[in-house]
């Protein structure tokens, strides 16, 4: 058996690599594909991340249609209707969360199931480390979109007093914001990396800072770094959004919620607050993949297959 997924290599997508190691630990084969190369390739399951996919090229086949975010501004209600109206009918759906569901509002009656973000086993297994020396004050792990308003995080660490702190931005597709701080040595732009390094980047750094702005869809679905950062036992800065404190009330977690115009960003306040960490034994990848209904189906549709724990 062979999956094919596609997506258009805009985005980071940790959970291709955890969707790959996940089912090639059972002897399915995968490729990672973008559109327009996806005809060209024979594979049982075809498994779109979306965006739109209005036709159906997998006809042998199963199509599965991914929704890990609603639409983006601008025009973000248009263009989830009209995804939701026009996008090929797959035969499973999932999404991120209800949240992200409610937003597409299809009516049929199409399977679906809910896969949230997850983190790798390894980072919960993995040992606590004698004191290591910092090379960064500061991480933000990311996109550099539009959409993430990163402007008032630049200008911040770009003058006095926060200049004198370093600022890594992990991340891909950001030249333009390197060539207008180029003369703000003290921010660092690198990547993108492998998903499995990104640990020992923030493990190397005194802050971890999760910054979306604040609206929709960022303020209701999860911040997939925000979960490694904490896996780290890293400090956390993150910006005032539901999800995240609804996750800090659930785990009992304490991270530094900054102002919206980052007024609060001080070196001495923020080393001074008592940071605490959830346990994320449940946030593992292989768990998240069970709960979303996945494998129940392709079993339904497949009876060879068998996701029983290794």
């Not at 006809?59 to 263009?79: C, D, M, N, Q, T």
């Not at 199409?110 to 980072?123: H, S, T």
């Not at 630049?154 to 390197?178: E, G, M, Q, T, V």
């Not at 303020?219 to 490694?228: G, R």
């Amino acid at each position: 058996m062979k999956i094919i997924f596609i997506h258009p290599h805009k985005a980071l997508l940790p959970e291709l690599e955890a969707y790959i190691n996940f089912f090639s630990d059972y002897g399915i084969d995968t490729e990672i594909a973008a559109p327009k190369w996806s005809g060209e390739i024979k594979a049982e399951i075809e498994w779109t991340f979306m965006g739109t996919d209005f036709v159906k090229r997998n006809r042998g086949g199963l199509l599965i249609h991914e929704y890990a975010s609603a639409s983006l501004p601008r025009f973000r209600g248009v263009k989830d209707f009209l995804k939701a109206r026009f996008n090929a009918r797959p035969d499973f759906r999932i999404f991120l969360n209800e949240y992200v569901q409610k937003r597409f509002r299809f009516k049929d009656s199409i399977p679906f199931g809910f896969r949230d973000m997850g983190i790798p086993e390894a980072l919960i297994k993995m040992e606590p480390l004698p004191k290591r020396q910092k090379k960064y004050d500061f991480i933000y792990c990311g996109s550099v979109g539009r959409d993430r308003r990163m402007e008032e995080v630049f200008a911040a660490f770009a003058k006095p007093p926060l200049n004198n702190h370093s600022l890594l931005i992990l991340s891909r597709d950001y030249d333009f914001y390197s060539k207008k701080y180029f003369n703000s040595p003290n921010i660092l732009f690198q990547g993108p990396v492998k998903p499995s390094e990104v640990a020992d980047y923030i493990l190397d750094s005194r802050f971890c800072i999760n910054y979306r702005p604040l609206i929709e869809p960022h303020l209701y679905q999860t911040p997939a770094k925000l979960l490694e950062y904490a896996a780290c036992k890293t400090p956390i800065l993150t910006t005032d959004s539901p999800w995240v404190r609804e996750f800090c009330k659930r785990y009992g977690c304490h991270f530094y919620f900054l102002k919206e115009d980052l007024s609060n960003l001080h070196w001495d306040q923020i080393c001074q607050f008592s940071y605490s960490y959830p346990d994320l034994s449940d946030w593992i990848w292989e768990k998240q993949i069970r709960r979303s209904g996945i494998l129940e189906f392709l079993q339904s549709r497949y009876p060879y297959l068998n996701f029983r724990f290794l």
